[in-house]
């Protein structure tokens, strides 16, 4: 057994992870709030990163451009809310997904009409290359964005939690998101309470979108980097932001440390349902993903 | 409302329906392709040079002995149903229904193999497809033009081999197969094994689910094995992050090969700095140099019409192929047209054109595609008629040659066709044609 | 008045249980079926038959596949797809190794394939529920693609594994003309979309209403979980495997693996959702839907072009079809949540009166 290669594989596992975790948050918060299951999240990700990499090609700053970036996807939010979702209330999850669904053929149309359909590159400065003192000490290669990837994560959920738990808006969110009915009758606006969320989403895929598109450019596929996150979702829980984290870490290793070990004896390429066998296999023991809350039924 | 808006939907699917505008002194060609979706460069940049080259015919010369050409948009999502759909709406355009069919996707000329062949409207698959229709005697509406898989692929380990100082030098070396875990990227699975009993290196497959957004796992598998070569057998997003992923693993990107549908500007530009050194195989060469290119950009960009959106990207890989798949055709009709007359042809005629091209070099300098393409004889027996590649260089900026054209090797790939179109005329009961027999 | 029962009088219990209790749905419904085995393939072009009639009456059968899972038994599945391939590539190798078989019986065995698989991952079901499952469902849609692409034998070797579907034979004719590759598919549409119909009115069906409805309330009074719901899953992929046979077979003629893809099952469940959850009338309405709304926008943004003279850049036009299908999708569904099968059911109860309101 080799392993400094074992670690290589283990590390760069938890880091992909880190990536697929990204996404997931995106659709943990939207879930959290308003019980829909977004599936459009891949295409926000790929609206947020494409409208800032053609800004930025235009030639706009880069803050700038993240800033002008971060303006649209709120009003995007709020528009959705409007369009979409207030017509919605009351339906059953099915539709509501439904309609994202929907919801993504017009994002995915209007990204393209606005910017074309042209791949472009994105450079955030930080080199995607290994750390070569690492790889000459121990072997290890280990790269310098993913390390940055990381730490954006980690800020981002950071922000999140404190958003969350410490803000007026975060209290009233996670008061809708616990019974939209009480908290309707405590005088919390639903309706601003959703729009916000759809917006912090949007901020969300933004960062997602940046990370992803640094790594493979940004094109039209950036909108598949939902199914990554799918697994990661029913492991962690639709519900709940650590698990979203915990879930990707655990996807992200499984998942390589499983093609690299065992694939090869199968003919390589179980990636593609690996991670969908453990999320399954761990729900038949915890129905309801890691920390996703327990449900109770009654008759 | 309601009402209105369904009348002009059955009005517009009855005109639809009844054939559109009647047309007299032209041919159909229809351009099924992609302009949405993840492999929309390939579609708009490939369709953008067949129309072009089309528009330039008609700005310049009126056409074909005097018969304009005509082409219909049609979007398929490069998704087979839609494919199909596509094929079914534009076999009956008038005048004469579609002379010729570039589906411009390995899953759509599957499906489309039976269908045409029963339709007799001619398939050309150049550079993709099924590769054993090279076979002409069982795959008789079937063109996998220029070069095959297979083809490219013999080209592309004598590549490697020339690198290395001769093809004895592959004895013990590694090659990694990096492919598209679809039909498109395992067809040359076999042709790598037969050779690398031959040459007596070691290969080894190593599969990118598809999208193939995250090669994490894939990669370090290579950092294991540590290869002297890998072949890049990519669609889409995957090209630019197996180069990313190379450089994250530490891989020199100058000791990557890919294919032609793996090196387009589209797939380097995403990686950045990561694609710098990275070669690729082409059976077509980018830029505007070329004299065919110039007219195009004469007769239809300078007058204002063209019909890329995007004009940097005249003369890009994609865009130039289109272009040299435009010739071929034109070139078919051309032929044609001696034999069948100066008029609007069926797609049986136009077959039969396709089957009798011979471009050769004096042709190639009359059409002004020297060195944008390679000569190209077709016959029954061979439906794919050329079979070189030339290799380019990324250094960030753009493609350099880097070699002539490399012909492939047929003492490898014919008998796999041969044997391969074999079985599939036995499955299907097909009898092979007598080409002996053939005009 | 079009539509009023009044003075149709059931005197006996068959009488009120039969399949269309009311005399105008039977006459509609008889004339349907004589249009569409009759008149259509008289009338119908081959572009018609072949690449709209066809592909739409396979991904019904599909939607009611879907359709039996989801809106009877309240089941999500995103594993459509997969199942369609197992029916696929299932019937190739039946009808390539027992060629004696014939196509019904390898159809049929294909279908039991499919079902076999769906009952293998149903069997989460039993402790996962709502988009849990759904997701869960995805495992089978990739593994069993990944299976049908690594095992050779699936694909009779071949290299680049794809298939190509046999001729269909019945009693020595062959289906080769697209009028009778639709009237093959037709048939074998018409008679599973009734066995379902009639499913769904006998136990099993009411069984599957009450699972879905409250599975506890339905383990309550009796109703074995385990059994229903398996036997959901069962029957929804044998539906759905026949539709992925046809679909090769009758449709697309030589497939891949990725013919299958994800996609797909999200077609087919648009399909249901659009046309109406729980209803096999649905299913159509919504398979029609579908797949006739792209074609139906791209012929009119090109006959758009045509008729005003405006170019506009086609990559333009493909995208704006996508907004247009997406924001139709978004329309209906606030329109009514509760799909196509819905606005029927109010137009039909308008028509009990119309055009006399009194």
């Known amino acids: 057994m080799n392993w400094a290669f074992f670690f290589e594989v283990l590390i760069g596992g938890l880091l992909a992870g880190v990536m697929y975790s990204l996404v997931a948050l995106g659709f943990v918060l939207i879930y959290k709030a308003s019980g829909v299951f977004n599936f459009a999240q891949g295409s926000m990700v790929f609206f947020a990163a494409l409208t800032f990499v053609s800004l930025t090609e235009r030639g706009m700053n880069l803050w700038v451009a993240m800033a002008v970036t971060l303006g649209v996807m709120v009003v995007l939010g709020i528009v959705i809310e409007r369009v979409v979702l207030r017509p919605l209330v009351n339906q059953p999850p099915i539709t509501l997904f439904m309609a994202t669904i929907g919801l993504t053929f017009v994002l995915e149309g209007l990204s393209q009409i606005v910017w074309g359909s042209q791949p472009h590159g994105l450079e955030l400065g930080i080199p995607d290359v290994p750390m070569e003192w690492l790889s000459k000490s121990a072997n290890i290669n280990i790269s310098q964005f993913d390390l940055f990837a990381a730490g954006v994560s980690g800020v981002l959920v950071a922000v999140l939690a404190v958003f969350f738990q410490k803000t007026r808006i975060g209290?009233?969110?996670?008061?809708?998101?616990?019974?939209?009915?009480?908290?309707?009758?405590?005088?919390?606006?639903?309706?601003?309470?959703?729009?916000?969320?759809?917006?912090?989403?949007?901020?969300?895929?933004?960062?997602?979108?940046?990370?992803?598109?640094?790594?493979?450019?940004?094109?039209?596929?950036?909108?598949?980097?939902?199914?990554?996150?799918?697994?990661?979702?029913?492991?962690?829980?639709?519900?709940?932001?650590?698990?979203?984290i915990l879930g990707g870490l655990i996807i992200g290793a499984s998942e390589k440390l499983a093609e690299v070990y065992i694939g090869p004896y199968f003919g390589g390429g179980i990636e593609s349902w690996f991670a969908y066998v453990i999320a399954l296999l761990f729900l038949l023991v915890r129905p309801e993903g890691l920390f996703g809350e327990k449900r109770i039924d009654r008759v | 409302?309601?009402?209105?808006?369904?009348?002009?939907?059955?009005?517009?699917?009855?005109?639809?329906?009844?054939?559109?505008?009647?047309?007299?002194?032209?041919?159909?060609?229809?351009?099924?392709?992609?302009?949405?979706?993840?492999?929309?460069?390939?579609?708009?940049?490939?369709?953008?040079?067949?129309?072009?080259?089309?528009?330039?015919?008609?700005t310049r010369d009126g056409g074909i002995g005097g018969v304009k050409l005509t082409w219909e948009k049609c979007e398929t999502e490069y998704n087979n149903a839609r494919g199909v759909e596509c094929y079914e709406r534009s076999k009956k355009h008038p005048p004469t229904g579609a002379s010729v069919i570039h589906p411009l996707s390995t899953g759509i000329t599957y499906s489309l193999i039976e269908k045409a062949t029963a339709d007799k409207i001619p398939v050309i698959s150049m550079g993709y497809g099924r590769t054993d229709a090279a076979d002409g005697r069982v795959f008789p509406y079937i063109f996998p033009l220029i070069t095959t898989y297979w083809s490219q692929n013999t080209a592309v380990i004598k590549f490697i081999g020339r690198k290395e100082g001769g093809m004895d030098k592959l004895k013990g070396k590694k090659i990694v197969n990096l492919y598209h875990d679809s039909a498109y990227g395992k067809e040359t699975l076999p042709v790598l094994d037969v050779q690398a009993k031959k040459y007596g290196f070691e290969v080894t497959h190593i599969a990118v689910p598809h999208p193939g957004n995250e090669q994490q796992a894939q990669w370090l598998e290579i950092r294991r094995i540590k290869p002297d070569w890998v072949i890049l057998r990519g669609w889409g997003v995957m090209n630019p992050t197996a180069l990313k992923a190379a450089a994250r693993a530490g891989y020199p990107r100058d000791k990557m090969v890919g294919e032609w549908w793996s090196g387009a500007e589209e797939d380097v530009i995403p990686a950045g700095d990561a694609a710098k050194g990275y070669i690729a195989a082409a059976f077509n060469l980018p830029g505007t140099s070329f004299p065919?290119?110039?007219d195009v950009v004469k007769y239809v960009y300078n007058k204002g019409k063209g019909d890329l959106d995007d004009k940097t990207r005249i003369g890009s890989i994609y865009h130039t192929r289109g272009v040299v798949a435009g010739i071929i055709t034109a070139e078919a009709i051309r032929d044609a047209q001696a034999k069948y007359g100066k008029k609007p042809l069926t797609g049986e005629q136009v077959r039969w054109g396709i089957e009798h091209l011979n471009i050769d070099d004096k042709r190639l300098k009359e059409l002004g595609a020297v060195g944008l393409m390679q000569a190209l004889k077709v016959s029954c027996m061979d439906h794919e008629g050329g079979g070189a590649v030339k290799f380019l260089q990324w250094d960030g900026k753009k493609w350099n040659v880097i070699t002539d054209w490399i012909s492939s090797d047929q003492s490898i790939v014919r008998p796999m066709i041969e044997q391969s179109a074999a079985q599939y005329a036995k499955e299907k009961g097909i009898t092979p044609r007598d080409c002996s027999k053939e005009s | 008045m079009l539509y009023r029962e009044a003075g149709q009088f059931k005197t006996t219990y068959a009488e009120d249980q039969q399949i269309f209790p009311i005399r105008q749905d039977r006459i509609a419904m008889a004339l349907l079926l004589v249009v569409a085995f009759v008149v259509v393939p008289m009338i119908a072009n081959?572009?018609?038959?072949?690449?709209?009639?066809?592909?739409?009456?396979?991904?019904?059968?599909?939607?009611?596949?879907?359709?039996?899972?989801?809106?009877?038994?309240?089941?999500?599945s995103l594993g459509t797809a997969a199942f369609m391939a197992v029916g696929a590539f299932m019937t190739y190798n039946f009808v390539l190794r027992m060629p004696w078989l014939g196509i019904i019986p390898s159809l049929v065995l294909a279908g039991l394939c499919a079902a076999g698989v769906g009952i293998a991952f149903g069997l989460p079901s039993l402790r996962i529920k709502g988009f849990y499952l759904a997701v869960a469902t995805l495992?089978?849609?990739?593994?069993?693609?990944?299976?049908?692409?690594?095992?050779?034998?699936?694909?009779?070797?071949?290299?680049?594994?794809?298939?190509?579907?046999?001729?269909?034979?019945?009693?020595?004719y062959e289906f080769v003309s697209p009028a009778s590759k639709y009237l093959f598919t037709l048939a074998v549409v018409a008679v599973m979309a009734l066995a379902a119909k009639n499913l769904m009115r006998s136990q099993t069906g009411r069984a599957f209403?009450?699972?879905?409805?409250?599975?506890?309330?339905?383990?309550?009074?009796?109703?074995?979980?385990?059994?229903?719901?398996?036997?959901?899953?069962?029957?929804?992929?044998?539906?759905?495997?026949?539709a992925g046979a046809l679909y090769a077979f009758c449709y697309?003629?030589?497939?891949?693996?990725?013919?299958?893809?994800?996609?797909?099952?999200?077609?087919?469940?648009?399909?249901?959702?659009?046309?109406?959850?729980?209803?096999?009338?649905?299913?159509?309405?919504?398979?029609?839907?579908?797949?006739?709304?792209?074609?139906?926008?791209?012929?009119?943004?090109?006959?758009?072009?045509?008729?005003?003279?405006?170019?506009?850049?086609?990559?333009?036009?493909?995208?704006?079809?996508?907004?247009?299908?997406?924001?139709?999708?978004?329309?209906?569904?606030?329109?009514?949540?509760?799909?196509?099968?819905?606005l029927w059911q109010i137009t039909k109860e308008k028509l009990r009166l119309w055009p006399f309101p009194h």
């Open chain 2, 292 to 294: 065919a290119m110039q």
């Open chain 3, 139 to 172: 495992a089978c849609q990739f593994f069993v693609l990944w299976v049908l692409q690594r095992v050779g034998w699936f694909s009779n070797h071949s290299t680049s594994g794809v298939i190509t579907a046999q001729k269909i034979v019945i009693l020595g």
């Open chain 3, 209 to 242: 209403m009450a699972v879905r409805d409250m599975d506890v309330a339905a383990s309550v009074i009796g109703i074995r979980m385990m059994g229903t719901k398996l036997l959901a899953f069962g029957i929804s992929s044998f539906y759905c495997g026949v």
């Open chain 3, 252 to 342: 697309l003629g030589t497939v891949e693996p990725e013919a299958f893809s994800l996609d797909l099952s999200f077609r087919v469940l648009f399909m249901i959702i659009i046309g109406g959850v729980g209803s096999i009338l649905g299913s159509f309405l919504g398979a029609a839907f579908i797949t006739l709304l792209p074609i139906i926008l791209s012929v009119l943004s090109g006959a758009f072009s045509h008729v005003t003279g405006i170019e506009i850049s086609y990559a333009v036009l493909s995208n704006f079809e996508l907004i247009v299908f997406g924001g139709l999708i978004i329309f209906f569904l606030i329109v009514e949540p509760q799909g196509l099968a819905r």
């Open chain 2, 1 to 58: 409302m309601k009402r209105k808006n369904l009348a002009i939907t059955l009005a517009a699917l009855a005109a639809f329906v009844a054939g559109g505008a009647q047309a007299q002194n032209e041919q159909f060609i229809p351009a099924n392709g992609y302009w949405v979706g993840p492999y929309a460069p390939g579609g708009s940049g490939f369709f953008g040079g067949i129309i072009d080259y089309f528009q330039m015919l008609n």
């Open chain 3, 46 to 76: 081959q572009y018609w038959l072949a690449a709209i009639l066809t592909p739409f009456l396979i991904l019904a059968l599909a939607a009611l596949g879907l359709n039996i899972l989801t809106g009877y038994a309240g089941q999500l």
């Open chain 1, 171 to 244: 209290r009233a969110l996670r008061a809708v998101a616990d019974d939209h009915q009480a908290a309707l009758a405590v005088g919390i606006p639903l309706q601003h309470i959703w729009a916000i969320v759809w917006a912090v989403a949007g901020f969300v895929a933004l960062v997602a979108g940046l990370m992803w598109g640094a790594r493979n450019g940004v094109q039209y596929s950036l909108t598949f980097v939902a199914l990554k996150a799918l697994p990661v979702l029913i492991l962690g829980g639709f519900e709940s932001i650590p698990g979203a």
